[in-house]
Structure formats: C-alpha cells, structure tokens
C-alpha cells in the first residue's frame, strides 16, 4: 500500500487487523523525513514485509540513519540509480531490500549489476513496474526470473491495465499470482502490429541510417 502523512499508522493498523497473516508492504515515495523516525517506527509492530523509499529520492545516509532505529526492513527504490548506488547503499547499511525497475536503471545491464551487487551482500530484490505495456511486462517477467528476486514483484496480468494489450499472448496470472514463462525466443511474446497500428497516435524512425 502507498503511505503518506496523514494516511500511515492507522491505515496500516486497520488493513493489518484485517489480514493478520498477509504479508504486506508499504511504498512512501519520498513522503517522509528524518524528523519523522518516531512515527515510521510506529509502522514496526505490523510486521511489514517492507517499508520502500520513506525518505528523499535521492538519499542514501539519512535512510542508513533510519533504518538502524527500525525494526521493519527499508527497501530502497528511487535512490538506486546504479549498482555502484547500491554498493554504497549497502556500505551504509541503508536498506536490506532493493527494486529493481528496469526502467529507472536503464535497461538489462545496469538492472544486472545491480542485482549481482545486491545478491553477493545478501540483499533480495524485487521487481517493480512502471505502468508498462506488453512490451516492457514481457521485460520485467524476464527480469524476474534471475535467482535474487526472491521477493514477489508487482508484475501484474495485461487486462489489470488494458482492455487489450499490445503484445500477444496476453500476460495472465494464475489465482496464485504467478506468472507462466515462455520457452519463447527474443521477449517471449509476438508484438500485436495490428492493434500498435491501430493504436499509435505518432510516429518517428530512430536508427543508424545510410
Ligand atoms: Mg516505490
């Protein structure tokens, strides 16, 4: 769940006696300050799995400074842009879980790093989305599959986002959320070029040229 001031503590009081044994995390997207530690230590008697990224998009020493007063894990997302981000993370012992999104590191070889950093510190990692469509899915669910993403991710089926995706098959869920791989080459699914077509509103042409 997101959490921010004003929408915290009792929040996740209520949804925790609600679901007593559901393991539960909550995302503050830079919501918080240092000055807030008393109350973010309130949120460690709910026994969340994670509390992602309370403090400054770009911090790394005040969520070393936090993190050593709370019970509950930080884990850290905006701040790791790199994996020498998360070498200097772990050095400070900011955190004790990392997201991994594609999208914010820059593709597979930083995302790569990054893990291999995160496992050699015995650090987990999990896959975060950014809204993708098939295309970018396709990538996270191959990302998800190196073995240091042992927490779950949010990658979730296409129709949770569309009615109708750009790539085919379509991403399901099982009812125990998981998602089926394909033996597939290249990103394991076909692009839907009929309903990109269909769905473009713009065009432009990238590469090397004559
Ligand atoms: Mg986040």
Redesign the pocket.
């Known amino acids: 769940m997101k959490i921010k001031p004003g929408w915290d503590v009792d929040v996740v009081r209520r949804i925790r006696q609600r679901f007593p044994d559901t393991p539960l995390m909550a995302?503050?997207?830079s919501a918080y300050t240092l000055a807030d530690a008393p109350l973010l230590k309130q949120l460690d008697e709910f026994k969340l799995t994670m509390i992602?990224?309370p403090l400054a998009h770009d911090d790394i020493i005040d969520h070393a400074q936090l993190q050593a007063q709370l019970e509950t894990p930080i884990?850290l997302?905006?701040c790791i842009r790199t994996a020498h981000h998360a070498e200097q993370a772990i050095r400070l012992k900011a955190g004790r879980i990392v997201?991994i999104?594609l999208g914010r590191v820059g593709g597979f070889g930083e995302a790569k790093r990054l893990h291999d950093v995160c496992q050699a510190a015995g650090i987990p990692v999990w896959c975060?989305g950014m809204l993708e469509a098939g295309i970018g899915r396709a990538h996270n669910i191959a990302l998800a599959t190196l073995p240091n993403f042992t927490l779950p991710g949010d990658v979730s089926a296409s129709k949770r986002y569309w009615k109708r995706d750009i790539i085919v098959p379509e991403v399901e869920t099982t009812p125990r959320g998981t998602i089926a791989l394909t033996d597939a080459p290249g990103f394991g699914y076909e692009i839907d070029h009929d309903f990109l077509r269909h769905a473009t509103v713009r065009e432009e042409a990238a590469g090397a040229g004559q």
């Open positions: 995302d503050a997207n992602e990224q884990c997302d905006e997201n999104k975060g």
